[in-house]
């Protein structure tokens, strides 16, 4: 991705440290093609300061319809934007909880069964896949459930915040591992679940030479400033026939059309980029890893539903006539997310709110579909 020479100065709002300041923001080019050419897709503010009045543009390739911010904050600036009470998902650091943050935390554990299933339940598919059949995949995979290796399923969580998920699988027998930019959450993690955690970046994955069966991305790449090098640098370190699970919320998702800019999950300035199964397939591809299956979170779609009628009436401001409605609305735009994200014979009209993907690293051409066997 390019990054155009013309920098843009943008007054900031009411910020996490309570003073008006100034960012510098940059434009860019597409980061899944390239392409400088893009249309208006939104205009949406910061979710924590929703009456500031400040609006970031996002806007959508006219070439390959990646939606991305446009201009964006530099990277060095972005770790402000992080900073504020109410970003969830390090709500264990936080001493006095909110009711939010405690709700939140319980539908975190439910999600993490969910998370927990799903990776169970591709094992168990790809074992069935006609393509074991014919002997792709050997029942001594490493991969392979059924084998006595679980012990040596090595899995690697990157954004892995305070940890939850890496203990969730550690319980299962995984041999599991952490990156956490955030260095409070690592050292958290550490001390709470005793697993190996660094505080880095994905960068910092490149001068590794350890090799993983799974590398997972829970709702992290939206937030990479380059999603092509990230890729990149992960596909080094998957083993052949190793499994990269993304997951992202959904830009096709039938919630995000219908709240737009109040779409919670556009979540400027921290979300950078936003996938649909199409663009994160054709992103995967660049970098050898080929999309297998997918799946949704299903409590992402009432998350997004309720958070986005928030973030509307907040915009709205006085109107709290109208606050039934939105009451009404939030459960029926989360039904219509859940049925639109149902898994239904493979294809690319994935409607969710929110995207699980699996993409597998192989050197030889895939054209069998997992969701032969659905
Ligand atoms: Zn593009």
């Known amino acids: 991705m390019q990054v155009a020479s013309e920098q843009m100065t943008k007054s900031k709002g009411q910020m996490a440290g309570g003073d008006l300041q100034t960012c510098n923001l940059q434009l860019v080019t597409c980061p899944l093609c390239g392409a400088e050419k893009a249309e208006p897709y939104a205009e949406a503010p910061d979710r924590f ?16 319809n990646m939606v991305y911010l446009n201009p964006r904050p530099r990277e060095a600036d972005s770790g402000r934007f992080y900073e504020h009470a109410e970003y969830l998902p390090f709500a264990s650091l936080q001493r006095n909880r909110s009711l939010i943050n405690q709700i939140y935390e319980l539908l975190r554990r439910v999600n993490l069964h969910w998370k927990r299933r799903m990776i169970i339940d591709f094992w168990q598919r790809k074992r069935d896949d006609r393509e074991v059949a014919s002997g792709k995949y050997a029942s001594d995979s490493p991969l392979d459930l059924q084998s006595a290796n679980l012990q040596t399923c090595r899995l690697l969580d990157i954004g892995c915040g305070t940890g939850e998920f890496l203990a969730t699988m ?8 952490g990156l956490e930019r955030d260095e409070r959450a690592a050292a958290w993690a550490r001390e709470h679940h005793q697993i190996a955690i660094s505080a880095g970046s994905v960068e910092q994955l490149s001068a590794s030479t350890q090799q993983y069966d799974v590398i997972t991305l829970w709702h992290v790449l939206e937030h990479l400033y380059d999603p092509g090098q990230a890729l990149e640098i992960i596909a080094r370190r998957l083993r052949e026939n190793g499994v990269l699970l993304i997951a992202v919320p959904n ?8 709240y ?3 779409w919670v999950a556009l979540d400027a300035p921290r979300h950078v980029n936003h996938f649909s199964l199409d663009t994160l397939a054709r992103l995967g591809s660049k970098h050898g890893l080929t999309l297998r299956w997918w799946r949704q979170l299903p409590l992402d779609a009432f998350f997004n539903a ?3 009628e928030k973030l509307a009436a907040q915009r709205r401001r006085g109107r709290w006539v109208l606050w039934p409605l939105c009451l009404v609305r939030a459960p029926l735009v989360a039904l219509a997310s ?6 239904t014979p493979f294809s690319y009209a994935a409607y969710g709110a929110s995207l699980v993907c699996f993409l597998e690293k192989s050197h030889v051409t895939q054209t069998a579909r997992l969701s032969k066997h659905k």
């Not at 300061?49 to 390959?64: D, H, I, T, W």
């Open 49 to 64: 300061f929703p009456k500031s009045g400040e609006l970031y543009s996002l806007r959508r390739c006219v070439q390959c």
């Open 170 to 177: 550690k319980a299962a027998g995984w041999q599991v591992e």
């Open 251 to 258: 830009i096709a998702g039938i919630d995000a059309r219908i």
């Open 260 to 262: 737009k800019s109040n």
């Open 306 to 308: 309720l958070m986005s």
């Open 338 to 343: 859940l049925i639109g994200g149902s898994h």
